[in-house]
């Protein structure tokens, strides 16, 4: 780390406005917590106020733990108990939420180093893990990790840079106006929007107002950025035809005509193999290393990116077949009996049920049972889209349904009506009953698909099993 992207206590002081009860203005402040429970020692600590607690009631928990310093809102601390803490850092803000946004919006500033920020209905998270796999070919990449994706995850984020050369950024959003802020603090040379889908829609009410709030990523884009979408989706193709002009815009897909294209697509259970087309040129054979079509598009997006820093068709490929994925997306295991258990429960919206359930029917020579729970957030779409994946279950021949839930019934419903017996499919109430069913109708060489929005703590199946 130079000298000039040290972060000192004045700057803190003077971009959030805030006020140094204790401690040095030349101190360096390097390594943020937002918990006492997982604080290390040296870590500034941000007592965040919450609905219900104000965090910052824990400053005294975190000096005793090593932290070199904290950052509070609304709570006083009297000049006898600071005594006790010669050499920390206090300082006392409007709102430490506010604060962190501003604090790693200068630090980014400190940073001339390419950033590419991802966002999208389905597929953010599993985007940025071959994008970075991508990039870290070439540059030391920091990358989002598990899902700080929000105002408070994000910036912590790009608080954490030090050495890295690069950095990879995913946005997540539940209304207007938060990709806006967040885009403002990460100032992306590279932005990707996956698709646009369902995600969030009885809370933004249509797929043409989450565009709109995907599309606040631009607010961000370095002026001579670089815009890569997913040609294949609908929405993202109908703004592309009108918004071509304005920016430097790179097209990815499967099946629409586009920059990088995947033919002769080899599907098996462990992997896709393809040949990869850039602007109508055969370039290479490719390889990824997760089964399902949406990780070829994945792949084909971390090559686009890839290439726009001058990344070798070589490297890419190390990339790609290196890459790992953030735990519960299609995090796949075997048990010592045999049974294949496919973990893709950290969200779930129709898209990605959709991927999920076509990986599934792929899927050979196996049982294949489809453990599937609430997607949430749906408002009143929630039945209709349930529905639909009702149908997918079916259209998949999966030979085994379980739903969870209360919304998850019209799944059940859907795919009886479209086909499956009755006699295999279960509706259950809740996790527990859903255990109790699974363990006894589980066989060897089963392959289990969990799959529902996090609200729903499908891990808890997963663990009792």
Not at 45 to 50: A, C, Q, S, W
Not at 122 to 147: F, P, R
Not at 412 to 438: H, P, R, S
């Amino acid at each position: 780390m130079q000298e000039s992207q040290l972060l000192k206590v004045k700057d803190i002081i003077k971009v959030t406005n805030g006020t140094l009860l204790q401690g040095k203005e030349e101190e360096v402040c390097e390594n943020f917590s937002r918990d006492t429970r997982t604080l290390r020692a040296g870590d500034i600590y941000l007592g965040i106020k919450g609905e219900t607690v104000n965090g910052g009631i824990y400053w005294e928990e975190a000096l005793n733990k090593g932290a070199k310093g904290v950052i509070i809102q609304e709570i006083e601390i009297p000049e006898k108990e600071r005594i006790k803490y010669p050499g920390k850092i206090m300082i006392q803000v409007k709102d430490v939420v506010e604060a962190i946004g501003k604090i790693a919006k200068y630090k980014r500033s400190l940073y001339p180093i390419p950033c590419i920020a991802i966002t999208g209905s389905v597929g953010k998270t599993s985007t940025k893990d071959m994008v970075a796999s991508v990039m870290s070919q070439k540059y030391n990449t920091l990358k989002t990790q598990g899902n700080y994706n929000n105002q408070i995850g994000m910036p912590l984020t790009i608080l954490a840079l030090k050495e890295e050369e690069a950095a990879v950024i995913e946005m997540g959003m539940n209304h207007l106006g938060e990709i806006s802020y967040l885009t403002d603090i990460a100032k992306p040379d590279v932005v990707v929007i996956t698709n646009i889908g369902t995600a969030h829609i009885g809370i933004l009410g249509s797929r043409e107002n989450i565009l709109k709030a995907k599309m606040e990523i631009l607010e961000g884009l370095n002026p001579n950025g670089t815009v890569v979408i997913n040609q294949d989706n609908d929405l993202l193709q109908k703004w592309y035809k009108e918004n071509k002009s304005k920016y430097n815009v790179i097209t990815y897909g499967i099946e629409q005509e586009s920059d990088y294209m995947a033919k002769e697509i080899e599907s098996y259970e462990d992997r896709s193999e393809y040949l990869l087309y850039r602007r109508g040129k055969k370039i290479a054979k490719m390889i990824v290393p997760v089964g399902g079509n949406h990780f070829v598009q994945n792949s084909l997006c971390a090559i686009a990116v890839g290439e726009q820093f001058h990344i070798s068709i070589e490297e890419i490929k190390k990339g790609i077949s290196s890459f790992e994925l953030t735990k519960k997306r299609m995090d796949i295991t075997t048990t010592e009996n045999g049974i294949t258990i496919i973990n893709d429960c950290y969200n779930a919206n129709l898209d990605s049920m959709k991927a999920a359930l076509e990986y599934l029917g792929k899927i050979k020579n196996k049982r294949k049972i489809a453990v599937l729970g609430d997607m949430l957030e749906l408002g009143n779409y929630s039945e209709k889209l349930h529905k639909k994946v009702g149908e997918i279950v079916a259209e998949q021949k999966i030979d085994r349904l379980i739903t969870v839930g209360k919304e998850s019934r019209y799944i059940a419903e859907e795919a009886q009506k479209k086909g499956i017996k009755k006699e295999k499919i279960k509706m259950c109430e809740n996790n527990k009953e859903a255990v109790e069913y699974i363990k006894n109708i589980q066989k060897k060489e089963d392959v289990f698909l969990f799959k529902a929005s996090n609200g729903m703590h499908f891990d808890e199946i997963i663990h009792n099993l």
